[in-house]
Nanobody, 122 residues
């Protein structure tokens, strides 16, 4: 069982940056691949970025490549999402998720945080 808590969301102007954090409970954090997804009203949850258990493998949605960076600190049981050059279309609720099998589709993830709102103004 993994309990996830996101933080770091907020309101930022276009072109600005935010760093999201996701703190995980439990002693087996390093056993889980982690990912960030985002969701806007009336739209399905979409993949943003994923990172493998060791951090050696990462994946990104085309829409965020070159702007967002996912990382993790297994000693701190935390995964991060550094978001630079933010655009209004990045506005969404951002969720972190955990799975034992690396992937980029949300049905494959077993544990979810409550989400954190990111709003980018133009």
């Amino acid at each position: 069982q993994v309990h996830l808590v996101e933080s770091g969301g907020g309101l930022v102007q276009a072109g600005g940056s935010l760093r999201l954090s996701c703190a995980a409970s439990g002693r087996t954090f390093s056993s889980y691949a982690m990912a960030w997804f985002r969701q806007t009203p009336r739209k399905e949850r979409k993949f943003v970025a994923a990172i493998s258990q060791s951090g050696g493998r990462t994946s990104y949605a085309d829409s965020v490549k070159g702007r967002f960076t996912i990382s993790r600190d297994n000693a701190k049981n935390t995964v991060y999402l550094q978001m630079n050059s933010l655009k209004p279309e990045d506005t969404a609720v951002y969720y972190c998720a955990a799975t034992v099998t690396y992937g980029i589709t949300w049905p494959g993830y077993d544990y979810w945080g409550q989400g954190t709102q990111v709003t980018v103004s133009s």
